[in-house]
């Protein structure tokens, strides 16, 4: 079956703007959560979404939103660019809420702002 | 505060086994991961642990938890480069949705 789907692969932003980032979860998975990794703070969570309900958030700016649809499928969305927001941004499924089973990654979307 | 730390950087030779460590801080961490992340890659899922065992074997990967010392390891046998990668830690904490990852450890395979 599908992995963790997330496009684009690569991103290159002005400051300033906004990016919408996009994820599909594996088949049947109904949580979907969103990491940021960068070399000096590493991977952070930002946020997760079960049933189109955002049921925990990080600790990052009002900038970084997102949203999930019926589908399970997930975006998140950075307005205002900043150049520290350069980052691998990595989604992750799960089929139960619990962690049970584990969180199934993808590939990420590395954006880079200019 | 919720801190999981790692050794930065770790060298075995191909053949021999490698054990990667880590700390985690929340008592009431329920699941605990491994995950392997290749140069360009994203995050592979490897083995993980419920947070009442001691020990977790799949085949090559042994991963022991001590649950007073919030001591995790995961030792790889025949360790072999392919297995040159970073390696991650996570605890899943109690009712909180979200993955607290370690700083990650990288392994470097010499043959």
């Known amino acids: 079956k599908a992995g963790v789907t997330q496009t684009p692969r690569y991103l290159i932003k002005t400051r300033g703007q906004q990016v919408t980032l996009s994820c599909s979860p594996i088949?049947?998975?109904?949580?979907v959560s969103w990491y940021q990794q960068t070399p000096g703070q590493g991977l952070q969570f930002l946020f997760e979404?079960?049933?189109?309900?955002?049921?925990n958030k990080g600790n990052f700016p009002g900038r970084f939103s997102g949203r999930q649809f019926s589908n399970s499928r997930s975006e998140m969305n950075v307005s205002t660019l900043e150049l520290g927001d350069s980052a691998l941004y990595l989604c992750a499924s799960s089929l139960e809420v619990t962690g049970r089973g584990g969180y199934t990654f993808g590939s990420g979307t590395r954006l880079t702002v200019v | 505060g919720e801190d999981v730390e790692q050794s930065l950087f770790l060298s075995v030779r191909e053949g021999d086994s490698s054990v990667i460590n880590c700390t985690y801080t929340d008592s009431s961490s329920t699941y605990l991961y491994w995950y392997k992340q290749e140069p360009g890659a994203g995050l592979q899922l490897l083995t993980y642990i419920f947070s009442n065992m001691d020990m977790k074997q799949d085949q090559r990967l042994t991963v022991l938890l001590n649950k007073k010392d919030k001591h995790l390891s995961l030792r790889i046998a025949d360790t072999q480069t392919g297995d040159s990668a970073i390696y991650f830690c996570?605890?899943?904490?109690?009712?909180?949705?979200?993955?607290?990852f370690g700083t990650g450890t990288r392994l470097q395979v010499t043959l």
């Open positions: 088949s049947g998975h109904r949580s």
């Open positions: 996570a605890e899943l904490t109690g009712t909180a949705s979200k993955l607290t």
């Open positions: 979404y079960f049933s189109e309900t955002q049921r």
